[in-house]
């Protein structure tokens, strides 16, 4: 961490503090600043989007102040998760049956609209994970509307979006087991006009970690913008990031999982991650039915991955973990990704009709290259969309879609190849209103996603193999509404994938299309709120049908489950609100998954030199208890208990097995001066 980026931090916070403290009557309005949604802001786009939505709200990140986006997400119906460290430091998300062991292939992640991966075509989407500690909220979305956004919306889309600037100063501090230490600094204001506004987050956390597998972040975001005239908005936003984690691929062995050893199985190794950014969003207003939203962003980042040999693979000892040797094998990767994005958005009443219109074209490009090798990537793909809303009627709307994407992915250096396409999307969404209170949407669309991974698309000869693109028909039917206290959504799902890459391993370094996956479940949220305070809210993912069709390489799988794809996914929330005090115990339930494609049962070393463990993991339940309470309109306090039975639970299989975290407790205090 270093220590000349958070003195100029601190300065620029004090400069954004001489405007909170020259305040008017005009400049205490509050103001949003341009920036791309998923969903919006209302009930009313939910009520407009035919698919299923699911919002974290800002109130329940307050309740249950997550220290990961992982954390944050784990409620929401359809997602599942890998967990490796309480850290989340990288992340492995899946969604309506597609692994969460994929590290995140098939799912959009998006921060205010902008993509977050450090590439979408040269793979490694689950190197960056943004914090939490600077969002304000979080949307997820899926149905026919995604296609929208890409590339790789196979499953749907998520959305983190940030805090924006509020007046005044803030300071946040958490403190708790693992020898957990958070700071958080909030500073903002306006000119006395209202017509300019910035605001700064710091965010410092140094943790010893669950079995000592220690991290300290430093996480640094600007926001800033101005109006232009009475129409147009420009603003900025400028994040920097900077991580050392003490984790490895390596994890225990059956005995120490069994003996609850709390010792790192790879004390020595470190996953360095640094990341900058920047986006420009503008946002003109031409009148009141024809809205202009664009958006430039850059991005560069550095993956340095530093692990120490072992005596071999397989050799880890029952009772005393790795035998390492003297030999750092150092993994280091840059990344570097830009984009335009512009959207257009009219309403119309053309063919005597209500409609909203929405046009877009979509720009990127991205590099990487590994330090020590001649050998690079490049990827550059763009998009072009559109959608329609016909209002039938005041009941109906009929919504079809259309992308056309196109991209190239080059491998440069010693080895060439080239991979490219140009890809059709279609979908259809339709919403009808059964009541004022209650909607019935569903749509089909087609899924799309390039292929992404590259040790997926190399070949013996480490040229590049020219693969089609991923593509599959999602169908999604269901219901939605709220009245009287209570609010539920319930969606069936199917998705068909025809051509899934087939990784080298599987294939014997040769990749092909082969793979044919089908996924068909339903999800189901629902929330209740008593009249004496209490609520409840639950949320199930059921999902029978998650496996392989056909053959890889030459394994004969047809009918195999996926991996990391749990049939029955569940949690219940009870809640209790008191004037200024809220509770919320959260039970949470994930299902039994397997961990290889041949659905091995015991848990066991691989045979082939990788190491990489296989086995079926068994179900576990876990209970959180959060509660908050505010002293005043400038202090809050609140405590989190994780993990309340201490459950010793097996959350998933590396070189070696990841251990659960234990039993966690976190205190914390906000106070706005």
């Known amino acids: 961490m270093k220590q000349n980026k958070l003195v100029l931090a601190v300065i620029s916070t004090l400069s954004v503090m001489t405007h909170a403290n020259a305040q008017s009557t005009m400049g205490n309005k509050d103001i949003e600043l341009p920036r791309i949604d998923v969903v919006g802001n209302s009930l009313e786009d939910i009520k407009k989007t035919p698919g299923a939505v699911s919002i974290v709200t800002k109130e329940e990140l307050h309740l249950k102040q997550p220290i990961s986006t992982e954390a944050a997400l784990k409620t929401v119906p359809g997602i599942t998760i890998k967990p490796e460290e309480e850290s989340s430091v990288v992340s492995n998300i899946g969604m309506r049956g597609l692994s969460s062991g994929d590290g995140n292939k098939y799912v959009v992640i ?39 956004y890409g590339p790789n919306n196979v499953a749907g889309v998520i959305n983190f979006k940030t805090k924006q600037p509020e007046d005044g100063f803030a300071v946040t501090t958490r403190v708790g087991s693992f020898g957990y230490k958070e700071g958080l600094i909030e500073a903002g204001g306006k000119t006395t006009d209202g017509n300019m506004i910035g605001g700064i987050n710091i965010v410092t956390i140094d943790s010893d970690g669950f079995q000592n597998k220690g991290y300290k972040t430093e996480d640094v975001m600007l926001k800033a913008g101005m109006a232009l005239g009475d129409k147009q908005w420009l603003g ?66 550095n993956r340095d991955y530093h692990r120490y040999g072992v005596t071999s693979n397989l050799a880890l000892n029952s009772t005393t973990g790795w035998v390492f040797n003297d030999t750092l094998g150092k993994n280091d990767r840059d990344f570097e990704r830009r984009g335009f994005e512009s959207r257009l958005k009219i309403n119309h009443n053309n063919f005597g009709i209500k409609n909203e219109l929405e046009l877009g074209i979509r720009l990127a490009d991205e590099k ?35 992308r056309v994407e196109n991209y190239e992915l080059k491998r440069t250096g010693t080895k060439t190849g080239v991979t490219k396409d140009t890809v059709l999307v279609p979908g259809l969404g339709s919403i009808y209103q059964i009541s004022p209170t209650t909607q019935v949407y569903g749509s089909v669309y087609k899924g799309f996603a390039a292929p992404s991974n590259i040790s997926d698309l190399s070949l013996d000869d480490n040229t590049l193999a020219d693969l089609p693109a991923q593509v599959s028909t999602n169908y999604e039917v269901g219901v939605r509404g709220m009245e009287s206290g209570l609010r539920y959504e319930i969606t069936a799902f199917l998705i068909d994938f025809k051509n899934q890459n087939v990784t080298s391993n599987s294939q014997n370094g040769t990749p092909t ?18 009249k004496n305070g209490f ?102 306090i609140y405590g989190t208990i994780n993990n309340l039975t201490d459950k010793s639970y097996i959350a998933s299989l590396r070189q070696g097995i990841y251990a659960g975290p234990s039993r966690s407790v976190m205190v914390g205090a906000r106070y706005k001066f």
């Open 110 to 148: 998006l921060e205010d609209g902008v993509p977050v991966a450090p590439g979408a075509f040269t793979g490694n989407q689950r190197y960056y994970n943004p914090r939490i500690q600077r969002m304000d909220s979080i949307e997820v979305l899926k149905g026919s509307s995604a296609l929208k």
């Open 368 to 402: 990487f290259t590994q330090d020590g090798s001649t050998v690079g990537y490049q990827g550059n793909n763009y998009a072009l969309f559109a959608e329609n809303k016909f209002y039938i009627s005041d009941k109906f709307a009929l919504i079809p879609g259309v």
């Open 513 to 530: 299309t082969a793979g044919s996956t089908i996924h068909q479940g339903f999800e189901m949220a629902v929330g209740y709120a008593f």
């Open 535 to 636: 609520s409840l809210d639950g949320a199930i993912t059921y999902i029978p049908v998650a496996k392989f069709r056909g053959t890889r390489g030459t394994a004969a799988i047809d009918g195999n489950r996926i991996t990391y794809t749990p049939e029955l996914t569940g949690n219940i929330t009870l809640g209790y609100k008191y004037e200024k005090f809220k509770a919320a115990l959260v039970t949470a339930y994930v299902g039994s998954q397997f961990t290889d494609v041949a659905n091995t049962t015991a848990i066991a070393a691989g045979t082939t030199s990788s190491g990489f463990w296989t086995g079926k993991l068994d179900s576990y339940t876990l209970l959180d208890l959060h509660t908050s309470y505010s002293v005043d309109k400038q202090l809050s």
């Open 236 to 301: 900025v936003k400028l994040t920097h990031y900077d991580n050392e984690a003490n984790i490895s691929y390596r994890g225990l062995s059956l005995a120490q999982f069994q003996n609850r050893v709390k010792d790192n199985p790879a004390p020595n190794d470190y996953f360095y991650t640094q990341r900058n950014s920047i986006d420009l969003n503008h946002e003109w207003n031409i009148d009141p039915d024809i809205k202009l939203s664009s958006l430039m962003y850059y991005t560069k980042m």
